[in-house]
Nanobody, 127 residues
């Protein structure tokens, strides 16, 4: 079974930056992180969880919502089984619990179903 653990959340002022990390682990020796597309979602208080950004498993292509374009970047280090979310120029509306998710060989529908979820990490953007 694959487990995801996020870290790096915290409080930052508007305009600031944070980098979230999500590290995958599994008991099965057959687990291969590079076979998983990775996504980041967020859920603000009183709102539904929404897709933010994803990176493919095959060619490193990235996909994101318009609200984070030019501000958020996703990357992965397969050797470390880790995906990163670099968030710059943060705004108060970015405040949410951020979740990473994994999907085995997912190639489309980036906002859709994922197989495994992390527990989330809080990001608060305020003065």
């Amino acid at each position: 079974q694959v487990q995801l653990v996020e870290s790096g959340g915290g409080q930052v002022q508007p305009g600031g930056s944070l980098r979230l990390s999500c590290t995958a682990s599994a008991s099965a020796r057959t687990f291969t992180f590079s076979n998983y597309a990775m996504g980041w979602f967020r859920q603000a208080p009183g709102k539904e969880r929404e897709f933010v950004i994803a990176i493919s498993w095959s060619d490193g292509s990235t996909y994101y919502v318009d609200s984070v374009k030019g501000r958020f970047t996703i990357s992965r280090d397969n050797a470390k089984s880790t995906v990163y979310l670099q968030m710059n120029s943060l705004k108060p509306e970015d405040t949410a619990v951020y979740y990473c998710a994994a999907a085995f060989q997912k190639s489309n529908n980036w906002a859709g179903k994922y197989d495994v979820w992390g527990q989330g990490t809080q990001v608060t953007v305020s003065a």
